[in-house]
């Protein structure tokens, strides 16, 4: 990268961090009194996602389908490709417009992983708010549709390695999955209890070895997702690890 991308990037991720900082005792005030948020500054640099042309090929074509930045994307990226040996599926609840739920099914493609990939919304919103989740109500994130994803999906030629399952999960869609095996499941439903049962009904299918992934472990907007996350510690079966990124994942031992 040249000093002059360099600099942009350095300006505008610091334009960025200090808008937040200041902003986050007005938007998120029950989060910081908490004593448990504060910005987050890795002093680390490497940063192999700029130089990943295969990641940002695809990358670029779904960001404007995705609130999960560049970070958490290619995390999910590179899971995939550490969980190659790893049997089965790779499902995402909580897919908003696609574009992480398309990533993983491009990087599945580019791996040779044949078994397909479940995208599973209400496309209507959230679901299952309940006290936990106090910046939350049913049928945030309701800016979307189906035929978002289905366009998005057509136009990266997806279409064949995708399966959409539209309905509360895994109330109403998870029958469409329950005979599948899973290596990657992706969490991005923002609410305790929706986190709850999907876990519940994921984790006796997760292969040994695969790995649960929760996105907004981080975020200051979902405390449900700490909140159960963390009920998951010093069980014996799976390790929990806090990514700086925003991410929990699950490792099933
Ligand atoms: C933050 S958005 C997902 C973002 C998405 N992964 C992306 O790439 O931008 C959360 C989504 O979860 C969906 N959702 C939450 N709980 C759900 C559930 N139990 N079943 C199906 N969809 C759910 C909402 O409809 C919403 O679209």
């Given at each position: 990268?040249?000093?002059?991308?360099?600099?942009?990037?350095?300006?505008?991720?610091?334009?960025?961090?200090?808008?937040?900082?200041?902003?986050l005792p007005?938007?998120r005030r029950e989060a910081v009194q908490s004593g448990a948020h504060g910005?987050?500054?890795?002093?680390?640099?490497?940063?192999?996602?700029?130089?990943?042309?295969?990641?940002?090929?695809?990358?670029?074509?779904?960001?404007?389908?995705?609130?999960?930045?560049?970070?958490?994307?290619?995390?999910?990226?590179?899971?995939?490709?550490?969980?190659?040996?790893?049997?089965?599926?790779?499902?995402?609840?909580?897919?908003?417009?696609?574009?992480?739920?398309?990533?993983?099914?491009?990087?599945?493609?580019?791996?040779?992983?044949?078994?397909?990939?479940?995208?599973?919304?209400?496309?209507?919103?959230?679901?299952?708010?309940?006290?936990v989740?106090i910046y939350?109500?049913?049928?945030?994130?309701?800016?979307?549709?189906?035929?978002?994803?289905?366009?998005?999906?057509?136009?990266?030629?997806?279409?064949?390695?995708?399966?959409?399952?539209?309905?509360?999960?895994?109330?109403?869609?998870?029958?469409?999955?329950?005979?599948?095996?899973?290596?990657?499941?992706?969490?991005?439903?923002?609410?305790?209890?929706?986190?709850?049962?999907?876990?519940?009904?994921?984790?006796?299918?997760?292969?040994?070895?695969?790995?649960?992934?929760?996105?907004?472990?981080?975020?200051p907007a979902t405390p449900?997702?700490p909140r159960?996350?963390d009920?998951?510690?010093?069980?014996?079966?799976?390790?929990?690890?806090?990514?700086?990124?925003?991410?929990?994942?699950?490792?099933?031992?």
């Open positions: 990268m040249g000093y002059a991308r360099y600099f942009a990037s350095l300006a505008r991720g610091a334009g960025y961090s200090v808008a937040k900082g200041l902003a007005a938007v910005m987050v500054y890795p002093v680390s640099t490497y940063s192999p996602w700029l130089t990943d042309a295969a990641f940002q090929r695809v990358y670029r074509a779904v960001r404007r389908n995705t609130l999960v930045d560049q970070w958490r994307c290619y995390e999910l990226w590179t899971l995939l490709g550490e969980l190659r040996e790893i049997p089965g599926a790779v499902i995402e609840v909580g897919v908003w417009r696609g574009g992480s739920g398309a990533l993983m099914a491009a990087r599945c493609a580019e791996l040779g992983i044949s078994e397909p990939t479940f995208l599973c919304d209400t496309w209507t919103g959230m679901v299952k708010t309940g006290e989740d939350y109500r049913d049928g945030k994130h309701d800016d979307t549709s189906k035929q978002i994803v289905e366009q998005l999906v057509r136009r990266m030629d997806l279409a064949d390695r995708v399966q959409l399952l539209e309905g509360i999960f895994p109330d109403a869609t998870g029958a469409a999955a329950e005979d599948h095996a899973f290596r990657l499941v992706h969490i991005d439903v923002d609410v305790y209890q929706s986190a709850f049962d999907v876990f519940e009904w994921a984790w006796p299918r997760l292969s040994a070895g695969g790995v649960v992934v929760f996105d907004d472990y981080g975020c449900g997702i159960f996350v009920e998951q510690r010093g069980l014996a079966d799976r390790l929990v690890v806090h990514n700086l990124n925003g991410h929990a994942l699950i490792v099933k031992r």
